[in-house]
């Protein structure tokens, strides 16, 4: 078996654009008392000061606002389509998200099988969240294996453009 973990569209709260949060949040039925205020928040004008002097208004077109208690609530909706397509890919067992933070879990018969898997639905998770403006962080992006077996292939099978490969096993002082 093997853990994909995709640690991170590259800030889908800062890089997504709020106008489509309306419409998805009334097709999943998001509570409309939630999602009014938190569109104006986030479509409003902000101001900046410094030394005592406030800036003309600045309105942000893109991003959720770190830390806001809507925004778990609401990058399900920026991410639920992708996620929802990526449920069916070959091998995946179980898709999760947090805030930004994504994950499949993938099994197959057999290492190579699982690694190939795992690759492929890598590859077309990462073209689906940058065909919808959420481009992957690499740098916070890892294929996590739970046996040396999977590892390996993964490792063998791997691109240079590839997330990197932990073994669980080994990383956590198993073996």
Partial sequence: ?????????????????????????????????????????????????????????????????AGCPLAPGLSKLVLHDVMQEAVSYKGVDHADTWVDDLSLDISSKGPEATAKHALDAFRRLQANLHRDGLPVSIKKTCFIATDAATAKALQSMRQPADPKVHDVVKDLGVD
Wanted: charged share 10%; glycine share 10%.
């Fill in 1 to 65: 078996m093997c853990h994909h973990g995709l640690c991170g569209p590259n800030g889908v709260l800062r890089t997504y654009s709020v106008a489509p949060l309306n419409s998805s949040g009334q097709a999943w039925r998001f509570p409309p008392g939630l999602l009014w205020p938190a569109i104006q928040v986030y479509s409003g004008p902000r101001y900046l000061a410094t030394d005592s002097v406030m800036s003309p208004s600045v309105r942000a077109e893109r991003g959720v606002i």
